[in-house]
């Protein structure tokens, strides 16, 4: 939870930005772009030298993980705003604060929690990568203790508390999710 809440923290932040200020995007899009391309699991030799193996290389594994896929969210969530309600924020003399607060804040939210729940799956991943890589407990550490010791039924009990810890904490983000887009009028609304 701590690599996931860091990964989206930076996210937020630094995609707001991108997002909201030309300048911004063409100074630091390109840049993260590239390190976008490199996989995280590249990463991991190198947090393992410079932080051991430990909790802070787990957490800085999973935390850049999740980082992309909000990023690429928000960016896009904020870019994505029509272009007609900036204008009618401007027609009523809506501050730059106010526009953000009362116009883009709230049409880029349906894209920032498709990014967050991208970037929740993610991060399960990361963490059975992280723990595969020299962990001494943890749910990645039962999938190679049972695999070690030829235990299935192990192998598959992590398996499976993967996936119920996974729908769990998914099922809170949509809960979260449809309480903070209560005013949406949109098809999904229908069933």
Do not use: C
């Not at 998914?170 to 887009?181: G, P, Q, R």
């Amino acid at each position: 939870m701590i690599g996931f809440a860091i990964g989206v923290g930076f996210a937020v932040v630094i995609g707001s930005i991108v997002g909201y200020l030309k300048k911004a995007e063409q100074l630091m899009d390109p840049l993260i772009h590239a390190f976008r391309a490199i996989p995280p699991l590249a990463l991991v030799p190198l947090f393992i030298l410079w932080m051991g193996i430990g909790e802070s290389s787990k957490i800085t594994l999973i935390a850049v993980g999740v980082f992309f896929p909000v990023y690429l969210s928000i960016v896009s969530g904020i870019q994505g705003v029509d272009r007609k309600l900036i204008e009618v924020g401007k027609i009523y003399n809506f501050t730059p604060l106010q526009l953000v607060r009362k116009v883009i804040l709230p049409a880029s939210l349906p894209s920032f929690f498709t990014g967050i729940r991208s970037g929740l799956g993610l991060g399960w991943m990361f963490v059975v990568a992280a723990e595969l890589m020299g962990a001494s407990k943890g749910m990645g550490y039962l999938l190679v203790v049972g695999q070690n010791t030829f235990s299935p039924d192990l192998v598959l009990a992590s398996i499976f508390l993967f996936a119920v810890l996974g729908k769990l904490t998914d099922s809170v983000l949509k809960i979260i999710e449809s309480k903070a887009l209560h005013w949406q009028d949109s098809f999904g609304k229908l069933n």
